[in-house]
């Protein structure tokens, strides 16, 4: 009888126990599955790496850049050259970057390292956090694209704005020339169309200089003043124009006041078309672009023709500045 007794006491004793461990295993706290975090010590020595690296690569640019300017021993390739400084300012700046965050990573080792000396528990982030970090990066990469977006399309407007302003300006500089040009042709005497169509000499010379001279300093916008006249074969054009006033007194003999282009021809055909015409008395309007020895539509200029006793001796060019 006792020892029966005493059998049964012993199963209903493993039986209390195992009970006991399966309410205290249901009762213990679940372990959190250790969250996936940054990696600290490896970015650490990513980013030092890093920063070590392109800070080699830097003094090698400005050791080369410097030798290469200095020295002048062009041994750089052109488009190294050509974006050496852009180079160097980009690699500084990454530079700067890494070590920056080689910095933020050591703190964050060593708080690390503190914390778990300490025996404190990392706080969990939770998934809205994440979410709200994701949509930040997210948001300020849009709002960085939407201001990159905003600059093109102001800069756009500047460059309309500034088209129409000089079209304006070059509108308003073609119109105040045309208006002076019948003045200005009134000017000439025919003691000045003689020396224009004559040789050169001491007095002709003179006189067409002031003259010129003269039509310039009293002329709005400043512009240059040159005459095209017929020349002796071989030439078939000469272009006058009026030397500087330094130029006139440097002279050996003291009296050369004028330059004078000799020409054998014009090398394009519109402008040869255009010569013929201004000698014959006609106006030709010529579309801006177009640019020779003697005509420059880019810039706003207007001529007239010079006659002597019914006959066209030379054309007379005003060509403002913009």
Not at 43 to 67: E, H, K, M, P, Y
Not at 129 to 141: H, Q
Not at 202 to 216: P, R, T, Y
Request: with cysteine; aromatic share 8%.
């Amino acid at each position: 009888m006792f020892p029966h007794t005493g059998r049964k006491q012993y199963r209903q004793s493993e039986a209390n126990q195992l009970t006991d461990a399966h309410i205290t295993e249901q009762n213990a706290p679940a372990e959190m599955e250790p969250e996936k975090t940054m990696n600290h010590r490896r970015a650490l020595r990513t980013s030092t790496d890093a920063g070590l690296t392109i800070f080699l690569v830097t003094i090698v640019g400005v050791v080369l850049w410097t030798t290469d300017e200095i020295l002048n021993w062009n041994i750089l390739p052109d488009w190294v050259d050509k974006y050496a400084q852009l180079l160097v300012i980009v690699l500084s700046i990454l530079a700067a970057f890494s070590v920056l965050i080689s910095i933020m990573c050591s703190f964050a080792v060593l708080a690390e390292s503190a914390a778990e000396k300490s025996g404190t528990i990392a706080p969990t982030r939770s998934q809205g956090t994440r979410r709200l970090f994701t949509v930040g990066i997210s948001v300020a990469l849009g709002i960085m694209f939407g201001l990159h977006k905003l600059d093109q399309y102001r800069a756009e407007k500047r460059t309309v704005a500034e088209q129409q302003r000089a079209a304006a300006k070059f509108e308003e500089i073609q119109t105040g020339l045309n208006s002076r040009v019948p003045a200005i042709l009134n000017l000439f005497s025919p003691e000045i169309k003689g020396f224009l169509a004559g040789e050169p000499t001491q007095n002709g010379d003179e006189a067409i200089a002031l003259l010129l001279n003269a039509i310039k300093v009293s002329t709005p916008f400043d512009p240059s003043v040159s005459v095209l006249v017929a020349a002796k074969p071989p030439y078939t054009h000469c272009v006058i124009t009026v030397l500087p006033q330094q130029e006139r007194e440097s002279q050996a003999n003291g009296w050369k006041h004028l330059r004078r282009q000799c020409l054998t021809g014009f090398p394009s055909d519109w402008e040869h078309d255009a010569i013929l015409s201004g000698f014959g008395g006609k106006k030709l309007d010529l579309p801006r672009g177009r640019s020779g020895v003697f005509i420059n539509a880019d810039l706003p200029s207007c001529w007239g023709t010079l006659t002597r006793d019914g006959r066209a001796i030379g054309i007379i060019m005003l060509r403002g500045s913009m």
